[in-house]
């Protein structure tokens, strides 16, 4: 992808309308004050009324002296060094008012510019996963902010800020894996029981899934109050910590739960190129790739790891895995459960 993707919208038609009014109003205010000033340099020939163009000029000035004259010297002194300067009073006034017009028309291009900018940087965003909270957001929010202050907006400039940000991102981009652990019916799990043994439960299970993720080489994590979304280098990783807190939860309802019901967990994995640095947590990341992950969960059997069939056929061990008969987001479903791989 290059900055040629980026392109700032065209103008709204309104504004361009607006834009072209107000460029034909200067021009008018222009064609006037010469026509006032030509007579100041006309006086200087011999009988310059003689000749028809001078004398259109000389009538449009006393025209207008004489249709705008009695007005300005009703409110203001035209009298200057005792001969009667309405005339430059008016030059004035018109040049004034061109540069009044000329303000209120970049501040409108301006202001819809900056519109278009935001605009355009909302799809950019989308366009390379960029989490809202993640630093390139900051870094890219902060530039944009910096060039909307100016008097004058340069798309150029936003451009290059485009271009510099994407390229930024391919640097940063590399393969990972998702997985996704939610547990099953954790609201209906809670009803009727001890608050204390509620929290006492749930903190001992987020102690066994982190030590999971600490073993199996985690790179970042992101907990919900009852689910979590990690990071891991490899699907291998990924598959082997969901399998883990599977298993682990064996020991951890005979023997660590004080609640009277089980603790059991779905878990879905995904994997692929994404932008990823050390600085944005996993919450503020935005990818497909840990959507599909979610998804699996979503859609996993309580007990199972779902994953896209796709994803582990790279895997050195596929044993346990087993259609799942369903398609999440384009992809088949393959599935773990435990005691299909001939271990516990």
Known sequence: MTAAHFEIPNRPILVAMFSALISLVRWAILVAALVLLAPNALDYFDNPKAYAGAKYIYDARDYMLRQVGPEIRAYIPVRIAGKDRTDLIMVAGLIIAAGILGSIRRRVENASMRRRMRMQLSSFKREMHIGDNSAVSRDLERKIENISSKKNVDRQELLRIFAETKKKLDSLGREVAFLSIDVVGSAAMKEREDPASVQYDFNEYRKLVENVFRARGVL?????????????????????????????????NRNVKLMSRDFSVRCGVNAGFVHFDDVTPLEAMSDRVIDIAGHMQKYAKPGSVAVARKVIEPLRDLKGFEPAHK?????EVAQWVPGRDGRP
């Open 327 to 331: 398609v999440v987001d384009g992809y």
């Open 220 to 252: 970042k994590s992101a907990w919900t109050p009852d689910g979590v979304m990690a990071c891991f280098a490899s699907v291998d990783e990924a598959v082997s910590a969901g399998k883990d807190v599977i298993n682990g939860l064996n020991h951890f």
